[in-house]
């Protein structure tokens, strides 16, 4: 499984962005996304993840109101839309694949298949 982040870009605080992550080698249908991120000199935290068949999403509690995951299965592309954007949304987004049914999960080490991330700066 092979997964690439794209649409990383550097910004002022308020701002909308919308990150994708175009998935392949996924041999099943079945299976979830989920978006992480690493601020510099902090630990990696979830954002949210969606079940691609399901569409069944989750995030992060801080988050939530803010970023939205969405899938396009033709394009087999997840994308991460984030607005109102700030200054502590800065750090590299990652998105991630495993087989994890109906429901996805918001726990890194569940996931196998990573990309390598797309740095996202929000300046004030």
């Known amino acids: 499984v092979q997964l690439v982040e794209s649409g990383g870009l550097s910004m002022q605080a308020g701002g909308s962005l919308r990150l994708s992550c175009v998935v392949s080698g996924v041999t099943h249908d079945d299976y979830s996304i989920g978006w992480f991120r690493r601020a510099s000199g902090k630990d990696r935290e979830p954002v949210g993840c969606?079940?691609?068949?399901?569409?069944?999403?989750m995030y992060a509690d801080a988050l939530l109101g803010r970023f939205t995951i969405s899938n396009d299965n033709a394009k087999k592309t997840v994308y991460l839309q984030m607005n109102d954007l700030k200054t502590e949304d800065t750090a590299a987004y990652y998105c991630?694949?495993?087989?994890?049914?109906?429901?996805?999960?918001?726990?890194?080490?569940?996931?196998?298949?990573w990309g390598q991330g797309t740095q996202v700066t929000v300046s004030s």
């Open positions: 991630a694949a495993d087989h994890i049914p109906r429901h996805c999960i918001l726990r890194a080490t569940r996931y196998q298949s």
């Open positions: 969606i079940n691609v068949l399901e569409g069944r999403t």
